[in-house]
């Protein structure tokens, strides 16, 4: 059994409920994505099982224990999050920022010790934003800014990272770089990745597991080429898809698609 | 990770501002209606002075001078603090009906309560305050939600519905009350130094001795608060109870110093403001600087004011508009 899983979780603003019943597992030492269409609830699980929402039913259970019940700051010491839209305040630095990230550690007056600067260091070093330390983080561009958050997320040293769309806003070789940042974390720090991507083809291509959510449930959970499948697909988006093989990585990818017919 | 070069400018800024601060107070002491010459001061101080010389040393003016400089430290820190919990560089105390609610109590008061004039001038404060609690209780209860908690964009919008609301009731209230009675209230709400006496120093500085530690000790965790929720919460935030526990400084804060001071609400919004201007976003390095800034420019308006026009003098609320909505402006306006 994973680390991480759900049991029968039910989530909802308000009186409709997005995510029903769900319960999936999240494997240990992997990258999983998860994808669907729009409004399929895959941002919103992603919140409930980072305790940035509360859910209606059910639980989200790591290392035993419900989130719900356990202590917020022990628990931002296991999973750091990458939110979908992260705000700086004007004029905060890059390493100011990342420092921020060394707060489930800090007591008190949260003065940074040897360890905590350690770690700073280390993140701005693996995301290449070494060089902006001082600057304010509104100043840079879209892909530095993103890397920089990424870095913050670092700097708390989890094993597990989730992250909301990462590569929202950003260009082809912007979003590679972040994607391949992840990756390469992951194979070599067995940091534990699960992401909500939009693109089906990066998910396929950098995912170990892929879930794929329809209407607040699970349609189908596994390995990539379980899931990257003409009727998992028809079912998730209402395509009707050709999956073919990527010819530089081999993992399976959509290579065209049509809408769906009849029903 | 803090550049040190800014470290140290906040530290020569600090420094600066302290020495500016007496140097405000040591000019208060000599000027006023009743003349004390500075060649005087310092026997005077020292216990050498005249009857005459104490009694408007120690018993007219130092009291004032101090009472002003705290009230405006407190109308900093509070501003400081509601800006970072509302993530709104305009969230002054205004905004959560602080200044309309003591308004209100003391236009009531003022208008229907049956009391003599010597003890007045003590109850005055307490209503104040006792206004300005109630208000931001009002507030707080219409805002939280169960679901979801205290929000603070519903904070900062029933604050200030509250504070329209309470604004009209208080001139339904003074339209219909005598001229004399009316003069006061509007003296009171441009801001006039009321509590000027030592029991009120005594009142509102252990507020401030406990209160000023402990939002420094909260300085991380405002930091976080002006980030956005899911990132606070991501790195280990208690978002809600931090949240409540900072409004409340705040509230208690603001509703301290308008008790003595009356309707002086731009400190809270400029002092916090520059301070963020001066050295960054930190909390660590500006609600310091906020602190010491908004004690020198409430001193330095209310020094002026009083000697501007003799013999009431320019209510300090006024003076601090004045001095500081054009220099707001040119702020504004270099940062677009």
Known sequence: ?263 | MIHPALVRKQRILLFVLLAMTAVIIVIGMGMGYSSLSYDRLLPTLLGEGTFKEEFVLFEVRLPRLIITWLAGMALALSGAILQGVTRNDLAEPGVIGINSGAGVAISLFFLFAPIDAGAFAYLLPVIAFAGAILTALCVYFFSFSKRTGLQPVRVVLIGVGFSMALSGAMIVLISSAEREKVDFISKWLAGNIWGADWPFIWAILPWLVILIPFTLYKANRLNLLSLNEPVAIGVGLAVEKERLILLLTAVALAATAVSVTGGIAFIGLLAPHLAKALVGPRHQLNVPVAIVLGGALLLLADTIGRNLADPDGIPAGIMVALIGAPYFMYLLWKKS
Request: aromatic share 6%.
């Open chain 1, 1 to 263: 059994m994973a680390r991480l899983y759900t049991e029968d979780l039910s989530i909802g603003y308000g009186e409709r409920l997005i995510v029903k019943t769900l319960s999936v597992q999240i494997p240990d030492k992997k990258i999983t994505t998860i994808i669907g269409s729009n409004g399929c609830g895959k941002s919103t699980l992603l919140k409930a099982m980072t305790r940035i929402i509360s859910h209606q039913g059910g639980t989200v259970i790591l290392d035993g224990e419900s989130i719900s019940k356990e202590n917020t700051k022990v628990l931002a010491r296991k999973m750091a999050i990458l939110p979908q839209t992260p705000e700086s305040a004007s004029g905060l630095t890059v390493g100011e920022l990342v420092s921020y990230g060394r707060f489930p550690y800090q007591s008190g007056l949260g003065r940074l010790t040897k360890k905590d600067y350690e770690a700073i260091d280390w993140a701005l070093e693996v995301t290449g934003t070494k060089e902006f330390k001082y600057r304010p983080v509104d100043a840079l561009s879209g892909g530095q800014r993103q890397r920089v958050w990424i870095a913050m997320a670092l700097a708390q040293e989890t094993e597990i990272i989730f992250l909301d769309e990462p590569t929202t806003y950003l260009d082809l070789a912007h979003q590679l770089e972040v994607l391949e940042l992840l990756q390469k974390l992951n194979v070599e720090q067995d940091r534990k990745i699960v992401m909500v991507l939009h693109d089906l083809n990066q998910a396929a291509r950098f995912a170990d597991y892929m879930i794929a959510l329809k209407d607040g449930q699970v349609v189908k959970a596994g390995r990539c080429e379980d899931v990257m499948k003409p009727d998992v697909l028809k079912k998730v988006f209402q395509i009707d898809a050709e999956i073919g093989r990527d010819p530089r990585t081999n993992k399976p990818m959509c290579i065209t698609y049509n809408l769906a017919k009849g029903e």
